[in-house]
């Protein structure tokens, strides 16, 4: 098979590239015979930081055929690369390390504590063994994902329970991911000094400039709020609706806010059918959040949050190549000219 080769302009910084995929590395030395599959604009392949694959509904089991299916909708999306923060169960070996599926980090099943959450989904520990339990998940996949907040009136997980699963997790070498949709659950989070906080809905603004010197990253999967708090909106009698209406009207100023004050922001669709990361970007540049920002959300940002490069001399061999510059045209996002994974093109 001839050697792949890409060639145009690179993003983040619009520099001019003409790369080789060696294999699964990029390098600029010119092989001889290569086939030039893709010429234009070039991200290093985007990224969906929170997306569950792989069953059908909440609560519901993991699937093989479900997941398969998920991950190549990602796949023809653009996406090269996502993180799971919480599956429905640990998932097979060969999630993120098949020719038809992205790169692949995840949580296992999330931590959540009793009598919150989908019924069947998660591991639920007594608050005391909640550390070591998120430990043992991040020494072995790298990430933990812990529930820190429900529902109104929920009791959120004690700052001095979540600190200790920060401790243990990075003993551990992981990094712990955490769902807040309440104020009290954010503010926990940020004081526990957690790695990324997902959703973040009610989160007090005043906190992000913490979040920023923290290393605090937001996940603010605000498309789908937006779209929960435009149903929730039109239901005068629909449940918690006193809550979610305030804080995902907020959601968006909230959002760009982050980005303002310096956050690691990233794109995550949260929600079924998979590969709707464009829709995510779209959301957050609705929310004036600028294209390159929001772009960098959803790939070079987040790359390199979850440890991966971009488009440089010995980077993993991924890229989306698009006709044109798709910050200044969002649309294209969707229409990819070409997805290379792993050193190989998949569309
Ligand atoms: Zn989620």
Request: net charge negative; hydrophobic share 45%.
């Amino acid at each position: 098979m001839a050697v792949l080769r890409i060639r145009g302009v690179a993003l983040s910084d619009g520099e001019p590239v003409d790369l080789y995929a060696d294999g699964d590395r990029w390098t600029a030395d010119p092989v001889p015979g290569a086939e030039l599959v893709a010429e234009g604009w070039i991200l290093p392949g985007l990224v969906d930081a929170h997306t569950h694959p792989g069953a059908e509904a909440p609560g519901r089991p993991l699937d093989d055929d479900i997941l398969r299916s998920d991950l190549r909708a990602h796949l023809d999306s653009g996406v090269t690369l996502i993180r799971s923060p919480g599956l429905a169960g640990d998932p097979p070996a060969w999630f993120g390390g098949e020719d038809d599926s992205p790169r692949a980090v995840h949580a296992g099943p999330w931590i959540v504590q009793q009598g919150q959450f989908f019924e069947g989904w998660g591991r639920r520990p007594e608050p005391v063994d909640l550390p070591a339990v998120a430990a043992e998940q991040a020494g072995r996949t790298g990430w933990a994902k812990v529930v820190v907040d429900w529902k109104p009136g929920d009791d959120v997980i004690p700052v001095g329970v979540l600190r200790e699963a920060v401790a243990r997790v990075h003993a551990a070498g992981g990094r712990l991911a955490v769902h807040s949709q309440h104020a009290a659950g954010g503010e926990a989070a940020v004081e526990a000094g957690v790695d990324s906080i997902e959703h973040g809905m009610g989160l007090d603004p005043a906190l992000l400039p913490l979040l920023a010197e923290r290393g605090i990253a937001l996940t603010p999967t605000l498309a789908v709020i937006t779209e929960s708090l435009q149903r929730i909106a039109a239901d005068p009698e629909a449940a918690g609706r006193s809550w979610y209406v305030p804080g995902a009207s907020a959601h968006g100023r909230l959002t760009a806010a982050a980005v303002e004050a310096g956050v690691t922001v990233l794109a995550g669709t949260d929600t079924r059918p998979h590969g709707g990361i464009a829709r995510e970007v779209r959301a957050m540049v609705a929310a004036r959040v600028s294209p390159h920002e929001a772009i960098a959300a959803a790939s070079w940002t987040a790359r390199a949050y979850l440890g991966l490069p971009g488009l440089v001399e010995g980077a993993p061999a991924d890229a989306v190549v698009y006709d044109a510059d798709p910050r200044a045209d969002l649309n294209l996002l969707g229409k990819p000219r070409a997805v290379i994974l792993r050193g190989k093109r998949i569309q």
